[in-house]
């Protein structure tokens, strides 16, 4: 059996072109999962590798939709290869059938894990030049210094729940508890 893996790194983006060149090769099962190749933590991935069996093939778009480290991409298809399920690469061409595919995957697996580290390395060469030009990375806050302190109060008085000062200040429940988080630290160090 041919099962199809697709992966993109976030909610917003789409995996069309990964689901159309996976069916186009006939997959039999298609799964698919949003979240990070840095993360190996992959619920989707992971439930798909338990799931292959002696002769089926794990068919991928690209090779770095698997793993963006050389180390799990490695462990992964040492699994594959110790339970006699192949691995094939759509776009580079890989088929773990022959040594040379083999010898291919594992460099390019090394070339994936350079570039995810050249992308760590930009992103925090980025956020300290912000930083120093006085940027405050992250998503700004839902309410204003005032606004957080008169949730504090409401629920420290026990006036309101944390879901009521959510829909009375139009934002969600997780902005409330960071609120409540900040003042609890704030007032462990004035004590």
């Known amino acids: 059996m041919l099962y199809g893996y697709a992966r993109v790194s976030t909610l917003e983006q789409e995996n069309h072109t990964q689901i159309d060149a996976l069916r186009k090769v006939g997959v039999d099962f298609l799964f698919e999962e949003k979240r990070s190749g840095g993360d190996s933590r992959r619920p989707v991935l992971n439930g ?43 776009t580079e061409h890989i088929d773990t059938a022959s040594p040379a595919g083999r010898m291919l995957l594992q460099m390019l697996g090394a070339f994936a894990e350079f570039e995810l580290a050249m992308i760590r390395e930009r992103t925090k060469a980025g956020l300290a030049a912000a930083v120093a030009r006085g940027a405050k990375p992250g998503r700004p806050r839902a309410m204003s210094p005032l606004q957080e302190a008169e949730a504090v109060r409401l629920f420290k008085t026990g006036g309101m729940t944390k879901s009521a000062i959510a829909r009375r200040y139009g934002t969600h429940i997780s902005s409330i508890k960071r609120a409540l988080a900040r003042a609890a630290g704030q007032a462990e160090m004035f004590n």
């Open 48 to 90: 798909l590798l338990n799931e292959l069996q002696k002769g089926d093939t794990l068919v991928v778009y690209k090779l770095d939709r698997v793993a963006r480290s050389l180390k799990h991409l490695l462990n992964v298809i040492d699994e594959l290869a110790s339970r006699d399920v192949q691995f094939h690469s759509l």
